[in-house]
């Protein structure tokens, strides 16, 4: 039987490998989005990531026959780690083939590692925030992954669990349909805190635009996602990077910001058109025709991806989400949109999918960050 060998990624050649493989390993399936390498290069680059700033991480390839068979990446947020008083490893970016032998070396070798630094616990898949890809899939395998979710097969579940690994947190994805006409209760809402309580509606034509009032937006982020699983404050220079590497996904339809009287922001939603097959087409490459399947899909398009959509934790409860909502169903409704897809809301997160009850929906995935001791 031949022998798993892991090792460490310690430069450029050899990081491509690692960022490629799920390529190879998902080579004929329908429903993976291969991540764009130039993306993936610049999350792994210590200067160029401003989450390096408080974490710290070691990325490794296992070989089985001279053969890449496996990758995973250790990580260990420092921050997060200090606001919960805990010792924790995490691991991502996690992919192998069906042979434990390969998945428990690879587990092993990231062990080892946590252990040396003085972590107690190892959890995952969960990146350096919120915003970066999270939770194994558990339920939904024979559907298209939205571009900002891991995907996986069944058996990665057999795994964990033959590793000792337990829930941690769940996290679940809707499927709504998008009526063919407004929700008169939500535009009787939107109209009602816009006339009456004296909210505004932000609109913008262009990035240029939309940047000061986008930055502001993620003080919201910061509030609003304080208390919720794995997450830390993104200091200024990460929240310009997050945006400099999203704002060519927007049609701004389906941005929208709701401001009090005095002009500050209170709520936004980031919604952008599906791009998930437009990745599968460009194959991990914008050239030489990557961008052409990017921008057609954000012009053309029956399925919204919901990025984010926040409330500051002092107007929630108001409904000015329900302002966002009219305004970007309104667009949908336009522009001929049948599906909103939304992105991984933890399971008793119930005041987030408490906005989806007057539409009709379905859970269409499961995901989940597993936990045990190292």
């Known amino acids: 039987m031949s022998e798993v060998i892991v090792k460490k990624v310690t430069n450029k050649k050899e990081l491509k490998k690692f960022i490629k493989f799920p390529n190879q390993l998902y080579k004929d399936n329908p429903f993976y989005v291969p991540e764009l390498i130039k993306d993936e290069i610049k999350y792994f680059d210590r200067e160029k990531n401003p989450s390096y700033e408080y974490c710290e991480s070691i990325e490794a390839l296992a070989y089985k026959d001279n053969k890449i068979v496996g990758r995973i990446c250790g990580l260990i947020n420092h921050q997060y780690n200090k606001k919960i008083n805990a010792k924790h490893l995490r691991f991502n ?29 190892f959890n995952g898949p969960i990146g350096c925030t919120d915003l970066d890809k ?17 995907y996986n097969y069944p058996y990665y579940i057999q795994h964990l669990e033959k590793l000792k690994f337990v829930k941690d947190v769940d996290w679940v994805e809707y499927l709504i349909n998008v009526p063919e006409k407004m929700d008169e209760r939500l535009a009787k809402i939107s109209n009602f805190l816009l006339e009456r309580q004296g909210f505004k509606l932000l609109k913008f034509r262009n990035a240029k635009e939309a940047m000061p009032t986008i930055i502001e937006a993620f003080n919201v982020y910061n509030d609003a996602f304080a208390k919720l699983h794995g997450t830390v404050r993104l200091p200024e220079r990460q929240v ?74 002092g107007d929630q409860g108001l409904g000015l989400n329900g302002i966002m909502m009219a305004d970007i169903l309104g667009a949908a409704i336009k522009n001929g949109i049948k599906y909103a897809e939304t992105g991984p809301e933890l399971e008793d997160n119930n005041e987030v999918q408490a906005q989806w009850k007057n539409f009709e929906r379905k859970i269409i995935r499961r995901r989940r960050c597993w936990i045990r001791e190292i």
């Open 93 to 121: 970016h996690f992919d192998f083939i069906d042979d434990y032998e390969v998945s428990k070396a690879l587990i092993d070798f990231i062990s080892k590692w946590g252990k040396e630094k003085g972590m107690t616990h």
């Open 134 to 150: 999270q939770g194994m899939l558990i339920e939904g395998f024979d559907k298209l992954a939205i571009n900002f979710t891991y």
């Open 240 to 313: 310009k990077q997050y945006i400099n590497d999203y704002i060519s996904l927007a049609n701004f339809d389906y941005l929208s910001f709701v401001a009090d009287k005095e002009g500050k922001v209170k709520g936004f939603a980031f919604v952008v058109p599906s791009i998930s097959k437009a990745l599968q087409k460009a194959k991990g490459r914008l050239f030489p025709t990557g961008w052409f399947h990017l921008l057609k899909s954000l012009k053309v398009n029956d399925t919204l991806d919901m990025y984010l959509i926040a409330v500051n934790p």
